[in-house]
């Protein structure tokens, strides 16, 4: 039986791309060459870089200021690399702190300059997304994490500053349409909306680069990486081929506005359900918090746990098993996910017994 991935990540891609993604590995576009096998200077990889490129700058609206980078490392590589990149040990970044993957970009930072947490839910085990609070002045960047994938918390609105809001959107980039101009860097690691692990999107203000008084090593220096248009070394040549498949995807369906419309449907069949059934509680706080990516929720009695799972899995749903931190279940309804792979899972729900 084809399962149904539910999992956050590495995560569920469209089928089509997968069909695609398989087809290239044996033969690249009538090339005669694997995918696997071409070199990343090569023609062909070229146009691929190109046409992912441009598939991003069309359906974010990402202008020239900006560079789109596809790098490795992870999202956890530019926990640092946007420090190092963009402040000096004097200057001060501030933090919105909702989460495990917040605390770690706070730790790695402190590695380079000073850090200003300006509103944290850890004291709830990050059950929501802070909203009373101001932004002080002065401030180099503001960093945030727009979905907490372990947490199922996602921000609605961006914080109201001057200074530029530098975000982790690993687990809901390209899921919504966003006020692109409030962003110096956007990074994203591919696994969760994008593509297969290995790549890492970043999108940076060309503008914000240059101000750091420490020497920065080539391959961490974000305009060696514009300048040589990611392909300064070799870039993960099939991840990006993945990457290229699944924005062409998004385009097909109708770019970031019926994504939105798409993960808002999904979404409240699932909260709906959590909210009817007596059996389920949502582990959110507020309506406002919860994410339209990740849904977390736990039996309200204890001892269901397991038989639900049993039932969710002999559905043919997968990977629903929450975060250790949160415990409970977790689906991830990712960009990929069909609206019956939700109504499956629903189904499972109203008639567990
Ligand atoms: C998965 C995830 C990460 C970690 O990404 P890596 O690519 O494994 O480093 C960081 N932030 C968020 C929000 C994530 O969902």
């Keep these: 039986m084809k399962k149904i991935n539910f999992s956050a990540g590495p995560a569920i891609l469209p089928a089509s791309v997968i069909t695609q993604a398989a087809a290239a590995v044996e033969n690249l576009d009538g090339s005669g060459l694997s995918v696997l096998e071409i070199s990343h200077r090569s023609d062909a990889f070229d146009a691929v870089l190109q046409e992912a490129e441009a598939l991003i700058r069309e359906l974010m609206n990402v202008g020239d200021e900006y560079g789109v980078l596809f790098l ?20 001060t970044a501030g933090f919105l702190d909702t989460g495990a993957w917040s605390a770690k970009a706070i730790k790695e930072t402190k590695l380079f300059g000073k850090v200003d947490i300006i509103a944290s839910s850890e004291a709830a085990n990050y059950n929501y997304i802070p ?8 401030l180099k960047y503001v960093h945030l994490t727009s979905n907490n994938t372990i947490f199922g918390t996602q921000f609605r609105d961006f914080p109201e500053t001057d200074a530029p809001l530098v975000a982790d959107m690993s687990s809901d ?9 409030k962003f ?16 890492t999107l970043v999108i940076v203000r060309k503008d914000l ?22 392909t300064f070394n070799t870039p993960p040549v099939y991840p990006i081929y993945v990457m290229m498949l699944t924005l062409r995807w998004i385009k097909e369906q109708g770019g970031l506005e019926a994504m939105e419309k ?11 359900e959590i909210d009817r059934n007596p059996r389920f509680e ?27 799972l049993a039932a969710a899995e ?19 309804i990712y960009n990929s996910m069909p609206y019956e792979g939700v109504e499956t899972l629903v189904n499972v729900m109203k008639n567990f017994k």
């Excluded at 980039?173 to 966003?178: C, E, G, L, Q, T």
């Excluded at 798409?262 to 709906?272: I, M, T």
């Design 72 to 91: 490795s490392g992870g999202a956890s590589t530019q926990f640092f690399y946007t420090a190092m990149n963009l402040l000096n040990p004097e200057e």
């Design 131 to 138: 909203r009373d609070y101001s932004v002080p002045e002065g």
């Design 262 to 272: 798409h993960n808002e449907r999904k979404a409240k069949l699932l909260y709906d």
């Design 314 to 332: 002999a559905a043919g749903c997968d990977g629903i098993t929450g975060h250790r931190s949160v415990g409970g279940f977790r689906a991830s």
């Design 173 to 181: 980039i390209f899921s919504r349409r966003i006020p692109l101009e």
């Design 282 to 308: 949502g582990t959110v706080a507020n309506e406002y918090s919860r994410s339209l990516m990740n849904v977390t929720f736990t039996c309200t009695d204890d001892a269901d746990t397991d038989a639900f």
């Design 184 to 199: 110096g860097i956007i990074y994203a690691g591919a696994q969760k909306n994008l593509g297969p692990a290995g790549v």
């Design 209 to 230: 680069l240059g101000t750091v008084q420490r020497p920065l090593p080539s391959m961490l220096d974000y305009r060696v990486q514009i300048k040589g248009g990611s």
